[in-house]
């Protein structure tokens, strides 16, 4: 962590500790004026339907105004460039391409080249980008996906509080993930997950009250989304709420029957069988096997290093180029001797650094209070019981994953918002002395949160402008370049040529989905290996090199074969 960011972080809890504070002493404190809104807010919450679309164009609204701030991203990660493949892919009318003749100076990182051409990651991501893509960016896709998962929150929150605390809960995840939050900065996804789990959250207690065909085929449908994004992480969490959806019409003594099976079970169970055919076809155009995953075939390819904590290292794998040897093999099984070395001790300083991630993204100290005294009501609230009994469990599943990034708990993102509202819901009715402090507090902690993203906004366009330039700078020169070629007649064979200290994380060979036809084909230099094929093969096109580690800046300049043929 950089000095600049720590001091924002204390800067940030500082600020918080003092509106805290003001609102203690005076509790009153703008009254007239959070009354006006708070009446406001409350008569527009009964339009539920209008709300949600109204909070989806909010988001809309507001990251589009910050453009000037905050630019479009460029892709930096292994998976991001993966994800932009299968929104490429999907674009071109196929779930898969052929592997190329020559895939070896195209191979990279979580993509398979066998027995397709295809990113390992399941496709919904991929979807949200190609919506993004047919609309005019991969990005556009993006800042849907966010406004449809705020929208999917309230509307899930709907389900479960009064209109009015699902509206405080709908504003909440809007200046959450409306900016200034990787869901939206980035391609890595974590809304796809999050509309799925949203929607089997909020379809459960609609299915409760009324045994309605919509509410059951909507809870299958997040579990399609959630098995077509997160597997593991949305399985867990779909059988999470199964079960306890089975379980609490089971024991209602007052229900029909009938009506369970032919309202509940029937579309439900029509539903799933939609989405288990759809993943079994998937899988066979991508791996040529209904039961094998891409993702599977993908790590048994490359990684030795296993997903899960009961697993072990698994052979050393024999790479072609020094990236991949430096990535899968000696880089990443260091680093998981390091962090999970699968003994007690291991196992805690895992478990320490998982939930540090997960509470700084889900829960920063201004949502993190109001959780507090939702646990508070443990013994007394159903609804708190059941989300501390989800999240508990939904938790437990994640610490068996090897490493873990904030996005893979996407799921249960909705269930965090419920205990964010009950909390507040709580709190506002706190008083000390007579002296009304949970009206204060709620006030204070909702308006800090809104206003937190302000200042982030400006952070992020000032003060951490140089430092985020510089850790994304090598994506940058590569996008200048490749953007640089593309506005070039003709078309173009780029051959990178990395230096031994190349960080393997910075990868530049990324390619379309149809390489052959591509005005741009990026191709590694292989030590060792001939590259008389690869310039036969496109030797119609313009041969340049580029220098990624080159100082002090990579380089591109144009080359005739000879000159690569006979250095």
């Known amino acids: 962590m950089n000095e600049t960011y720590r001091s924002l972080l204390l800067l940030r809890d500082a600020g918080l500790l003092t509106a805290l504070a003001i609102a203690w002493l005076v509790p009153t404190f703008g009254s007239h004026f959070f009354s006006s809104i708070e009446r406001w807010g409350s008569r527009l919450a009964r339009h539920r339907a209008g709300f949600l679309i109204a909070i989806a164009i909010l988001v809309i609204v507001f990251r589009l105004s910050v453009l000037p701030l905050v630019k479009i991203p460029v892709p930096q990660n292994h998976d991001e460039f993966s994800y932009l493949l299968a929104a490429d892919t999907f674009a071109h009318g196929r779930l898969a391409n052929p592997p190329h003749p020559l895939w070896i100076f195209f191979e990279t990182f979580h993509v398979n080249q066998m027995p397709t051409y295809a990113s390992k990651y399941p496709p919904a991501q991929g979807v949200v980008l190609v919506l993004g893509q047919v609309l005019g960016h991969p990005w556009i896709g993006v800042l849907l996906s966010v406004a449809c998962l705020c929208a999917a929150i309230t509307w899930a929150l709907q389900g479960w509080v009064p209109p009015k605390w699902a509206f405080l809960g709908g504003i909440l995840a809007a200046t959450h993930f409306g900016a200034i939050n990787y869901w939206m900065e980035s391609y890595w996804g974590g809304a796809a997950a999050g509309i799925g789990g949203a929607l089997v959250f909020g379809a459960l207690p609609r299915i409760l009250r009324r045994q309605r065909v919509r509410g059951a085929i909507l809870f299958a449908t997040g579990i399609g989304i959630l098995a077509n994004s997160r597997l593991f992480e949305g399985g867990l969490f779909s059988i999470i709420c199964l079960t306890a959806l089975g379980w609490l019409l089971l024991r209602r003594k007052m229900i029909n029957r009938a009506a369970i099976w032919t309202r509940v079970v029937a579309p439900m169970t029509a539903t799933l069988v939609v989405v288990v055919i759809f993943i079994g076809y998937y899988n066979w155009r991508v791996t040529g096997n209904p039961l094998l995953l891409p ?261 591109l300049e144009p080359v005739q074969p000879a000159d690569i043929l006979n250095p």
Not at 405 to 428: E, K, Q, W
Not at 453 to 458: G, K, T
Request: glycine residues 4%; hydrophobic residues 50%; charged residues 20%.
């Open 295 to 555: 993702y599977v075939v993908n790590n048994r390819s490359y990684m030795a290093v296993p997903a899960f904590q009961w697993e072990k290292l698994g052979p050393p794998h024999q790479y072609l180029n020094p990236q991949f040897e430096a990535f899968y093999g000696s880089q990443r099984a260091t680093w998981s001797r390091e962090h999970f070395d699968w003994t007690w001790n291991g196992f805690k300083v895992g478990f320490l650094e998982k939930v540090s991630r997960l509470q700084a993204f889900y829960a920063p100290p201004a949502l993190g209070i109001p959780i507090i005294f939702a646990l508070l009501l443990f013994r007394r609230n159903a609804k708190v019981r059941f989300c501390v009994l989800v999240s508990v469990i939904f938790i437990a599943g994640l610490l068996c994953i090897l490493w873990l990034l904030p996005h893979y708990a996407a799921p249960f993102t909705v269930t965090v918002f419920l205990l964010i509202v009950l909390g507040l819901r709580s709190l506002r009715r706190w008083s000390f002395k007579g002296r009304p402090v949970g009206v204060g507090w709620t006030r204070a902690l909702v308006s800090f949160h809104i206003l937190l993203l302000a200042m982030q906004i400006v952070a992020a366009a000032v003060l951490l402008h140089g430092v985020t330039h510089r850790e994304s700078e090598w994506a940058q020169a590569r996008a200048h370049l490749e953007s640089k070629l593309e506005s070039t007649p003709g078309q173009h064979l780029v051959l990178v040529q990395y230096s031994p200290r190349h960080d393997a994380n910075r990868e530049w060979v990324y390619n379309r989905a149809d390489i052959d036809n591509a005005k741009v084909v990026w191709a590694r230099e292989i030590p060792g290996q001939d590259l008389k094929p690869l310039l036969n093969y496109f030797r119609q096109r313009k041969l340049w090199l580029v220098k990624p580690d080159a100082t002090p800046a990579p380089t």
